[in-house]
């Protein structure tokens, strides 16, 4: 059977009802993204036109062919720069480091988020069929760009040299991505926020407990209330070791589904065993 042929509608109500720990009216499909060899198959060649409406009316034909009630697209282009990487196999995750230090911090080009464009929110309107919503990524997370622009192993240690530093870091990061989303979160063709953050390793969160709840989580608390307080829904995706941290998950930061659960950790199945009506369990890894 042809991808043609298993071509429906589709009805954001479904994935409404799933992140509502709903039962949907019909199987329902979610995944953060998938690739360009996918899109192209169902969707044809991708447009060479830059222009982000046009690149994102791609992807809802694309979504939509394969059955989603939602196309992903990034809000705006808002970015946090870093500095040069080497393309290797593998990479220092201090490689591209530009704060080390308050001087670093004061110098560091911060973006605005507040005035950047997200007039494609409102133009991709015309272009999506009637019952689709668009979710919309972070540019990266809260502990991924400043692990980033800090490195981790820096971090780590600023953490024992320099709390205030660390502090005014998550901080200044932490209010662009709320700015972001609270801005995406504006318009009615958004349904989802997702606020994607890799969190941990394969047996633990990269950092402590303690310190994931003082830096991390309380900007993902507010996160999440700007999308509920606009009639949104607010979905992690994080890749790690989660299981210590389920509980901030679900009943302080609230969100409405976690994505990315992998058998070496706690397989799909064995998190709705755990968690299942409390949380939309979202499978797959990426």
């Not at 998938?34 to 447009?47: F, H, Q």
């Not at 062919?65 to 500095?83: M, W």
């Not at 670093?104 to 689709?132: C, G, H, Q, V």
């Amino acid at each position: 059977m042809s991808l043609n042929q298993v071509h429906r509608e589709p009805d954001f109500e479904n994935i409404r009802k799933v992140l509502c720990c709903q039962k949907p009216d019909r199987p329902t499909l979610f995944e953060f993204f998938m690739n360009p060899a996918v899109y192209e198959a169902v969707a044809g060649p991708a447009p060479g036109d830059p222009d982000p409406v046009v690149q994102m009316a791609y992807l809802a034909r694309a979504y939509a062919a394969c059955g989603y009630d939602y196309v992903n697209f990034s809000g705006c282009d808002l970015y946090f720069p870093t500095g040069e990487t080497e393309h290797k196999s593998t990479i220092s995750l201090n490689a591209h480091a530009l704060i080390r230090n308050r001087d670093d911090f004061n110098a560091y080009p911060w973006p605005d988020a507040k005035n950047a464009d997200y007039s494609r929110l409102e133009k991709i309107k015309t272009y999506l069929p009637p019952k689709m919503k668009v979710m919309t990524p972070g540019p990266n997370g809260l502990l991924e760009n400043v692990i980033s622009i800090v490195g981790y192993d820096n971090l780590c240690l600023m953490l024992y040299d320099d709390p205030e530093l660390v502090k005014a870091i998550f901080d200044r990061v932490g209010g662009i991505l709320l700015d972001y989303y609270e801005n995406c979160a504006k318009y009615d063709t958004v349904g989802i926020l997702m606020i994607n953050d890799d969190w941990g390793f394969n047996t633990q969160t990269m950092l402590s407990v303690a310190d994931m709840r003082k830096y991390v989580f309380p900007w993902h608390k507010k996160m999440v209330e700007a999308a509920h307080r606009n009639g949104k829904l607010a979905v992690l995706h994080s890749c790690g070791y989660m299981v210590d941290i389920m509980e901030d998950i679900i009943e302080d930061m609230k969100f409405d589904g976690r994505h990315s659960y992998e058998d070496n950790i706690v397989p799909v199945e064995e998190a709705y065993r755990r968690w299942g009506g409390r949380i939309a369990i979202l499978g797959g890894w990426m």
